[in-house]
């Protein structure tokens, strides 16, 4: 009955002579397309060909500390992608920046914005992407980084800066003179009555955030900043002492390290406009489906992508950034509303961090 | 005062190449060569459409992992407007050179920059289709962007149009927008911290610099001196560079 009534989409299923995987190699848009749209008499569901709905997003698991290595790690899993991220701090000396200025604490009241330039000015936050060979077949030994991975970074590097995710102050060594008795009556002399001797910057903490993919299975920005986030939250600075005699910075695992001050709760979501016609030339396009949490499979069919970074913390949404690309599906009436799928994925990746 | 300075642009001014187009607006100056439809690389051909290679140079130094976004960026816009069923297998290249950028007195300038580059992102859009206009690449739609920034002024947020780099590093959130001319959203990026409110009022005054109703119908005689919106108007703009080199091109008839 079903299969004679059937007048547009033929029903699939009976009459192929192939197996699913097969058909999804062989022509994966009406593989894609014959899942979402089921006949009409038949009472299955929209559904992808991962077996999700299409506002479906795979659930997320977030292990931290992992490493012993690193002073602060996280193992992110989210489907088949996998990716493990490792924060390593390592000591820059201020005399070997080239340029550095030390600020003078009159000159700008506002501490916290002059410790957000520092990170940005001297290169503080070092993120890498690696996209490993074996993690996904497309991705080939010795050859350069790949432009997904350069985007990737890219992406990370500018989302960590203007999120303000990580606190400067925090990664700076300081160092409080202590003024020898006879210094004082020089000073004296000069006629400046400093009771307190001002801190001086000695060191930063450069942070390396290495990300690397185990697995790759569509997706990778979204699991790639959660790594980041769960990384940087779990890392602990060892505590650090400049020493004065002998002019370098002294790391003691005697006293506790510092756990970062990370600031928000920002979360990425991803989707993927799959259109009805793959020739996109048409006035009509005919309908489309966006798909949340895109598989492998489903980006190399969608052109559009959307991710939008939200931080529910506050009583009001904030976004920190929207990305909208290859496409015109996405109006205004479509974002506004993908920002309220973002915040149901916001609830979902915090409650997974703990 | 950036955006008080109106867009300049030039079609054909590269001789050897099928079609190239220099454009300079609010600091920005971009030249870009178009070819095409050319034969692809055996990795790159596509049986069934065209491959659209789009390199960014940057004005100094060679392009990093920031020029490799920017690219990524256009590349799948560019694939949107552009008829690419039509070249199957083969290889449409757009190649932006920046040859100038504003500066920023107020930062060392490195050359690995944190921020994405925003302001710059419609500079190379707009050049990229003049140049493939120029080329006579068969395409949908054309398209125009252009940069806003949200800035906070005594207070309150003030939205500047084609913002300076002073501005973007004091900006809330900083935003770019393409609509192609049927009005359709092509491209949305937007950095900094903002809320969907926001976001609406920046989508308004971008979509009225890239796609404002022609005020008379095909008038030769736009009312230029209406400029009440603030910022050019960029459908204008592309429409009126074409039919002058249209003219001066048949001039000789």
Not at chain 1, 154 to 171: A, F, P
Request: aromatic share 6%.
């Amino acid at each position: 009955m079903a299969t004679t009534s059937s007048t547009g989409a033929p029903a699939a299923a009976p009459s192929l002579t192939f197996t699913r995987p097969v058909f999804a190699k062989l022509s994966p848009h009406p593989y894609l397309l014959l899942s979402l749209s089921p006949d009409e008499s038949s009472s299955t569901r929209s559904r992808r060909t991962n077996g999700r709905a299409p506002h479906e997003a795979r659930p997320i698991q977030i292990n931290t500390g992992s490493l012993s290595q690193a002073h602060g790690s996280a193992l992110v899993r989210t489907g088949d992608t996998t990716v493990i991220c490792g924060v390593r701090g390592e000591l820059l000396p201020v005399t070997s920046i080239p340029q550095f200025r030390p600020t003078p604490s009159y000159e700008n009241a506002d501490d916290e914005e002059k410790a957000r330039k520092e990170l940005k000015e001297y290169d503080l936050l070092v993120p890498n992407i690696e996209l490993a060979t074996g993690c996904a077949p497309q991705f080939l030994p010795g050859v350069p980084p790949t432009t997904l991975a350069q985007t990737l970074s890219t992406r990370v590097y500018s989302l960590l800066h203007s999120s303000g995710l990580v606190d400067g102050r925090d990664l700076r060594v300081k160092y409080r003179p202590v003024r020898p008795p006879q210094d004082t009556e020089a000073m004296e002399e000069d006629g400046q009555e400093e009771e307190e001797e001002e801190e001086e910057v000695k060191a930063f903490w450069v942070l390396y955030i290495d990300l690397l993919f185990v697995s790759f299975d569509g997706n990778p920005f979204d699991a790639a900043w959660a790594a980041v986030l769960a990384a940087l939250r779990d890392t602990v600075l060892p505590a650090a002492k400049w020493d004065a005699d002998r002019e370098m910075v002294i790391c003691t695992t005697k006293e506790k390290g510092k756990k970062l001050n990370i600031r928000g709760h920002p979360v990425p979501c991803s989707a993927a406009v799959f259109l009805e016609k793959a020739d996109q030339q048409h006035q009509d396009k005919g309908r489309h489906w966006i798909l949340l949490d895109p598989d492998r499979l489903e980006e190399t069919l969608c052109g559009e992508v959307i991710t939008v970074v939200v931080d529910c913390e506050g009583n009001e949404t904030r976004v920190r950034s929207l990305e909208k690309q290859g496409g015109t599906v996405l109006g205004r009436e479509l974002i506004r509303g993908f920002v309220g799928v973002a915040e149901g994925r916001w609830k979902e990746v915090v409650k997974a961090m703990g | 005062m950036t955006a008080s300075t109106l867009p300049e642009a030039a079609l054909g001014v590269l001789p050897r190449a099928d079609g190239s187009a220099k454009y300079s607006h609010a600091g920005y100056t971009v030249t870009a060569s178009v070819n095409g439809p050319i034969e692809a690389q055996r990795r790159d051909e596509h049986p069934y459409e065209a491959h659209v290679d789009v390199i960014v140079r940057p004005a100094a130094g060679v392009g990093g992992t920031r020029e490799r976004h920017l690219e990524s960026i256009l590349q799948s816009s560019l694939t949107q407007i552009i008829l690419v069923k039509n070249f199957p297998r083969s290889l449409i290249q757009v190649v932006l050179q920046v040859e100038d950028t504003p500066e920023n007195d107020y930062v060392n300038t490195k050359l690995v920059q944190a921020s994405l580059n925003f302001a710059i992102m419609p500079a190379l859009f707009q050049t990229s289709v003049l140049a493939l206009l120029s080329a006579g690449v068969p395409m949908r739609a054309t398209a125009a962007a252009t940069a806003v920034a949200v800035v906070p002024e005594d207070g309150a947020k003030k939205i500047v149009v084609d913002p300076s780099p002073r501005q973007i590093e004091i900006a809330q959130s900083v935003h770019v927008l393409a609509f192609t001319s049927q009005e359709e959203l092509l491209l949305a990026e937007s950095e900094g911290d903002f809320t969907v409110k926001e976001w609406d009022d920046v989508y308004e005054t971008a979509q009225k610099i890239c796609c404002r109703p022609a005020s008379t119908k095909e008038g030769m005689e736009m009312v230029l001196d209406e400029e009440d919106a603030g910022g050019p108007d960029m459908r204008h703009f592309l429409r009126s560079t074409l039919e002058s080199k249209v003219t001066a091109d048949l001039h000789w008839k």
